[in-house]
């Protein structure tokens, strides 16, 4: 696991950011609701109790010989998913490729190729009860693959992240999400972060492209 781990907890305290609204602990109907709204927008749904469950079925999610790549997730860390990706167990993580590039254009390059990878994984920073997935990164590479790049796109997602709907979505991810993600890049990057592309998935034209595995419990930003 990378030494640049850090969780909501290293900085919470130190910043304005409103727990209460945007850091919930939804009830079993409200649960149920999101996941019912969700698959109406041809996106399936698996909830899963803990973050141990979600890594077993992110685990199952990568067939054999697929290249596959992430995007930079704190829900992954947690649940220890982004060792199993430098694991490389009988697939190619593309992200261990990019890292030996010394080159910073052959870097940047490699990183948007990976945008088009066999599968992408990847948390969303904020979850709609109308059903609207959203999220954001300061390049794009990530969110670039949510749109259309990636030919599979497995998402992950705890129900703390569930707020009223899509525009509380948004909010949730400038005004809590961000912030964090800012204090963490400022700590690991040594340079603050931006929102420089959101994406809010509103509809799965393509049968069985995507997919959220929903932890009900707390993780992530």
Sequence with gaps: MSDDYYTK???ADDLEIDAARFDRDPDAETIERV??????????VTVVD???AARDHLRAALPAGA???????????EIGFTDDLEAENGF???????RELDDEEERFQARREAVTADVFVD?????AETGELVGANALGNAVGAWAFGAASLVLVGSTNKIVDDWATAVERVREYAYPLEDARAKEAYGQASVVGKLVSLEYER?????????????HGF
Aim: aromatic share 4%; net charge negative; proline share 0%.
């Design 50 to 52: 803990d973050g141990a």
């Design 35 to 44: 996941v019912s709204n969700i698959e109406d927008r041809n996106i399936e």
């Design 206 to 218: 393509v049968d069985d492209r995507t997919r959220l595995v929903l932890i009900d419990d707390r």
């Design 9 to 11: 907890d290293d900085f």
């Design 92 to 98: 190619d993580y593309l992200g261990t490729d990019i």
């Design 67 to 77: 290249s596959v790549m992430d995007g930079h997730s704190t829900t992954l860390e």
């Design 123 to 127: 948390s969303v920073n904020a979850i």
